[in-house]
C-alpha cells in the first residue's frame, strides 16, 4: 500500500470517528471493517490515540457565533410587542434627565451595549477555551518528553546535551518509529497529528502521560516548570528532542545504572549521558559502516587487533581470522563486564586516527569499558551473540558440558554457555581432566 493510500484510509477512518463520516460512508467502512483485520487493527489504535486526547477541550465557537447570538436577541425583542409612548405632560426636566437612558436603553439603540457584551463574553470565552487548549497541548508535550526529562533533571543539562544536534539528529533517524512527534500546537491540528502516530508512539504516549499522573505533587511541578522553560527557549523544539532521546536510550539500560543519576555531579552526569547516546549511535553505525571506513577497520583488525588477542588468549590457533578471534575472546572473557585488552588505548588510538570525523567521534566519545563492545558489532554486525554464534560455540563445547547446559534453567543458556565456553578455552591444570 503506497503512503498516499495510507493517509486517505487514516482520513476516512479519522473522520469516522469524528462523526463526520456521511451516513452511507459509514455504512460502508463497517462492511469493510468486518472482513479486513489490519484495517480494524489501525482503526483501534486511531481510537486509542483519540482517548489520549480526551481531556482536551471541545472545539472554541465558531466566528458565526457572536453574529448568530445576536440576531437571535434581536429576534427576540422585535416579538415582544411595541414599546412603551412617553407622556407628553412630562415636564421638560423629567424629560433631560432620562433623555440619554431612553436613547441607549430603547430598541434599537439597546443593541449597541448588548453586542458589545456578547462580543466582549465571546472574546473572554475564546481566550479561557484556547488557555484550556494550550495547557492540555502542554501536557501532552510533557508526556512526550518523559521520561528523558525526568533523567536529566534540569534545563542546562539538557541544553548541554541538545549541543549536539549531529548525534540526537542520528539517533533520531534510527529511532523514527519509536519517537513521538512533536504535539501540535493548535487544536485544530489534532486529526493530522493523530494520523501520524503508530502503535508504537501511541504505545509509548500512554505510557508517559500514565507515568506522569503517578509522579508526587512536587515532581511533577518541577517538571511542568522544566518543559516551561524549554517552551520559552529559541531552540524548543532541539531541546525536546534531546529529551526524549535521552528517555529512549535510558530505556534501554538497567535500572540499577539508570538509578545512579540523580547521586552524579551534574559534570558526571552530562559525561554520563554523553557516552550513553555515543554509544548507542555507535551500535547502530555498524550497519553503515563501508568504503574507506570499512577497509580501515578490516586491515586494523588483521594487523593490529589480532596480534594483541592471540596475545591475551595464546591458546588460539595461529590461522584464526580477526573475526574468529573476536568471538572467541567475546564468549571467553566477560567484555560486557569491562575487560581490556593490555593494549587497548594504544589500539583504539590507532584505530580512530583511521576513521572518518563521525565514526572517529564516537568511538572515542564512548565509555572505555565499551569500546570492545563497539568494534565487535562493527566487525561483526550480525551479532556475536546472535542465535547463530551461540549455537556455533554451543557445538565446540565438550559433551559432558553440553549436558550440563542442556538440564539447566534455559534464562541461564547465555549464562553457561559464557562460563563454560571460558572454563573450555582456559582450562584449570590443577583440575582433573574428565
Same mark, same amino acid.
Given at each position: 500500500?503506497?503512503?498516499?493510500?495510507?493517509?486517505?484510509?487514516?482520513?476516512?477512518?479519522?473522520?469516522?470517528?469524528?462523526?463526520?463520516?456521511?451516513?452511507?460512508?459509514?455504512?460502508?467502512?463497517?462492511?469493510?471493517?468486518?472482513?479486513?483485520?489490519?484495517?480494524?487493527?489501525?482503526?483501534?489504535?486511531?481510537?486509542?490515540?483519540?482517548?489520549?486526547?480526551?481531556?482536551?477541550?471541545?472545539?472554541?465557537?465558531?466566528?458565526?457565533?457572536?453574529?448568530?447570538?445576536?440576531?437571535?436577541?434581536?429576534?427576540?425583542?422585535?416579538? /415582544?410587542?411595541?414599546?412603551?409612548?412617553?407622556?407628553?405632560?412630562?415636564?421638560?426636566?423629567?424629560?433631560? /434627565?432620562?433623555?440619554?437612558?431612553?436613547?441607549?436603553?430603547?430598541?434599537?439603540?439597546?443593541?449597541? !451595549?448588548?453586542?458589545?457584551?456578547?462580543?466582549?463574553?465571546?472574546?473572554?470565552?475564546?481566550?479561557?477555551?484556547?488557555?484550556?487548549?494550550?495547557?492540555?497541548?502542554?501536557?501532552?508535550?510533557?508526556?512526550?518528553?518523559?521520561?528523558?526529562?525526568?533523567?536529566?533533571?534540569?534545563?542546562?543539562?539538557?541544553?548541554?546535551?541538545?549541543?549536539?544536534?549531529?548525534?540526537?539528529?542520528?539517533?533520531?533517524?534510527?529511532?523514527?518509529?519509536?519517537?513521538?512527534?512533536?504535539?501540535?500546537?493548535?487544536?485544530?491540528?489534532?486529526?493530522?497529528?493523530?494520523?501520524?502516530?503508530?502503535?508504537?508512539?501511541? *504505545?509509548?504516549?500512554?505510557?508517559?502521560?500514565?507515568?506522569?499522573?503517578?509522579? !508526587?505533587?512536587?515532581?511533577?511541578?518541577?517538571?511542568? *516548570?522544566?518543559?516551561?522553560?524549554?517552551?520559552?527557549?529559541?531552540?524548543?523544539?532541539?531541546?525536546?528532542?534531546?529529551?526524549?532521546?535521552?528517555?529512549?536510550?535510558?530505556?534501554?539500560?538497567?535500572? /540499577?545504572?539508570?538509578?545512579?543519576?540523580?547521586?552524579?555531579?551534574?559534570? *558526571?552526569?552530562?559525561?554520563?549521558?554523553?557516552?550513553?547516546?555515543?554509544?548507542?549511535?555507535?551500535?547502530?553505525?555498524?550497519?553503515?559502516?563501508?568504503?574507506?571506513?570499512?577497509?580501515?577497520?578490516?586491515?586494523?583488525?588483521?594487523?593490529?587487533?589480532?596480534?594483541?588477542?592471540?596475545?591475551?588468549?595464546?591458546?588460539?590457533?595461529?590461522?584464526?581470522?580477526?573475526?574468529?578471534?573476536?568471538?572467541?575472546?567475546?564468549?571467553?572473557?566477560?567484555?560486557?563486564?569491562?575487560?581490556?585488552?593490555?593494549?587497548?588505548? *594504544?589500539?583504539?588510538?590507532?584505530?580512530?586516527?583511521?576513521?572518518?570525523?563521525?565514526?572517529?567521534?564516537?568511538?572515542?566519545?564512548?565509555?572505555?569499558?565499551?569500546?570492545?563492545?563497539?568494534?565487535?558489532?562493527?566487525?561483526?554486525?550480525?551479532?556475536?551473540?546472535?542465535?547463530?554464534?551461540?549455537?556455533?560455540?554451543?557445538?565446540?563445547?565438550?559433551?559432558?558440558?553440553?549436558?550440563?547446559?542442556?538440564?539447566?534453567?534455559?534464562?541461564?543458556?547465555?549464562?553457561?554457555?559464557?562460563?563454560?565456553?571460558?572454563?573450555?578455552?582456559?582450562?584449570?591444570?590443577?583440575?582433573?581432566?574428565?
Amino acid at each position: 500500500m503506497s503512503d498516499r493510500d495510507s493517509d486517505a484510509i487514516d482520513e476516512e477512518l479519522t473522520a469516522y470517528l469524528d462523526g463526520e463520516l456521511p451516513v452511507q460512508d459509514s455504512a460502508s467502512l463497517e462492511q469493510r471493517l468486518v472482513g479486513d483485520e489490519s484495517l480494524r487493527t489501525r482503526l483501534a489504535e486511531l481510537r486509542k490515540a483519540y482517548d489520549l486526547l480526551d481531556e482536551l477541550p471541545e472545539t472554541p465557537h465558531s466566528k458565526s457565533f457572536t453574529q448568530t447570538t445576536i440576531e437571535m436577541v434581536i429576534a427576540d425583542l422585535k416579538r /415582544s410587542g411595541p414599546r412603551v409612548a412617553v407622556d407628553p405632560q412630562d415636564s421638560v426636566h423629567a424629560r433631560s /434627565s432620562v433623555g440619554w437612558r431612553q436613547r441607549w436603553f430603547t430598541f434599537p439603540n439597546a443593541l449597541v !451595549p448588548l453586542a458589545m457584551s456578547l462580543v466582549v463574553g465571546s472574546l473572554i470565552g475564546l481566550a479561557a477555551s484556547a488557555y484550556r487548549t494550550q495547557r492540555e497541548l502542554g501536557v501532552l508535550d510533557l508526556a512526550s518528553n518523559l521520561p528523558g526529562l525526568h533523567d536529566v533533571g534540569d534545563l542546562p543539562i539538557l541544553q548541554e546535551l541538545a549541543k549536539d544536534q549531529k548525534l540526537v539528529g542520528y539517533l533520531q533517524e534510527h529511532y523514527r518509529d519509536a519517537l513521538v512527534p512533536p504535539v501540535p500546537k493548535s487544536y485544530s491540528q489534532r486529526p493530522t497529528w493523530v494520523r501520524g502516530l503508530n502503535a508504537v508512539q501511541i *504505545a509509548k504516549l500512554d505510557s508517559a502521560r500514565e507515568l506522569l499522573g503517578k509522579y !508526587p505533587p512536587d515532581v511533577r511541578q518541577r517538571m511542568e *516548570a522544566i518543559q516551561t522553560q524549554i517552551d520559552m527557549q529559541p531552540n524548543a523544539q532541539e531541546l525536546s528532542h534531546t529529551a526524549r532521546m535521552v528517555g529512549i536510550v535510558f530505556d534501554s539500560l538497567p535500572t /540499577s545504572k539508570r538509578q545512579m543519576l540523580p547521586e552524579l555531579s551534574t559534570t *558526571a552526569k552530562i559525561a554520563m549521558m554523553q557516552q550513553q547516546l555515543a554509544f548507542r549511535a555507535a551500535i547502530f553505525y555498524s550497519a553503515d559502516l563501508q568504503g574507506a571506513d570499512s577497509e580501515a577497520l578490516e586491515d586494523w583488525s588483521n594487523t593490529m587487533l589480532l596480534p594483541s588477542i592471540v596475545t591475551n588468549m595464546p591458546f588460539l590457533r595461529r590461522e584464526t581470522d580477526a573475526k574468529s578471534a573476536m568471538m572467541a575472546l567475546y564468549s571467553i572473557r566477560p567484555i560486557e563486564e569491562g575487560f581490556r585488552l593490555d593494549n587497548q588505548d *594504544a589500539l583504539i588510538a590507532d584505530l580512530a586516527s583511521r576513521l572518518s570525523e563521525f565514526p572517529k567521534r564516537l568511538l572515542e566519545s564512548i565509555d572505555l569499558t565499551d569500546q570492545l563492545i563497539v568494534i565487535s558489532s562493527w566487525m561483526i554486525p550480525e551479532g556475536v551473540n546472535s542465535n547463530t554464534r551461540m549455537l556455533d560455540a554451543y557445538e565446540r563445547l565438550r559433551r559432558e558440558v553440553r549436558d550440563e547446559i542442556d538440564m539447566a534453567d534455559p534464562k541461564d543458556f547465555r549464562r553457561l554457555l559464557r562460563d563454560r565456553s571460558r572454563r573450555n578455552g582456559n582450562p584449570n591444570p590443577n583440575r582433573p581432566v574428565r
